[in-house]
Each structure stands twice: as C-alpha cells, then as structure tokens.
C-alpha cells in the first residue's frame, strides 16, 4: 500500500510559477513509477506527466516546455515545478503513483492516488 500527500497548490497570476510536491509512504518507492494528473471542472481527469523507477519522463503537450517532474528517492518525493501558468493550468492535481512500466499517459494507468491539491491561474 501507498500512501500520498500533495501540497504545494495555490492561487497564481497568470504567468508565474508553482511547485507541487507528493511526499509517499512506503518503503518501495523507487520502484514505483508517478504521475501528476489534473481534473478541471467539468472536465475529465488528465495526464499532466509522469516519471518512470528510472527517471524517465513523458509529458502532456498542454506543459510541455513549462512543467517538469522529478523525484528524490533518498526524500520518496515526487515534485511538478509549473513555469508559465496559463488560466487553462487551474485545476484540481493529483499525484499517483503505480509499479506497472506502461500505460502512464491515463489516469487508469495508476493505481494509487493522492486526495490532490487545488491550483487556480488568476488572469
């Protein structure tokens, strides 16, 4: 079993930045592989990226560019620094983690998750 807790989401002007952190429970963290998902309102939930046990990363095109994964398996943390808010960014983010290798680019793809932490982009 895996436990997660973000933090780190907040009201932000369009434009600025934001840094989401997932700290874990577990002693197995390295080998799991984590995401960051989102879900607006009204809308479905949503791959926002992922890193693998083996620090490789993937990313939705909306945050290419913008946002970054990376994880400390020393801390069993995951983080999502989000540069260049846009108003579209507001959402509910969620942090996930799996030990499956494929399939991280759906929210099915995931098997535990976060209670998630609300980020709104002001214009």
């Known amino acids: 079993q895996v436990q997660l807790v973000e933090s780190g989401g907040g009201l932000v002007q369009a434009g600025g930045s934001l840094r989401l952190s997932c700290a874990t429970s577990g002693r197995t963290f390295s080998t799991y592989a984590m995401g960051w998902l989102r879900q607006a309102p009204g809308k479905e939930r949503e791959f926002v990226a992922s890193i693998t046990w083996t620090g490789s990363t993937d990313y939705a095109e909306s945050v290419k560019g913008r946002f970054t994964i990376s994880r400390d398996n020393a801390k069993n943390t995951v983080n999502l620094q989000m540069n260049t808010l846009k108003v579209d960014d507001t959402a509910v983010y969620y942090c996930?983690?799996?030990?499956?290798?494929?399939?991280?680019?759906?929210?099915?793809?995931?098997?535990?998750w976060g209670q998630g932490t609300q980020v709104t982009v002001s214009s």
């Open positions: 996930a983690a799996t030990n499956r290798r494929y399939g991280l680019g759906v929210p099915s793809g995931y098997d535990y």
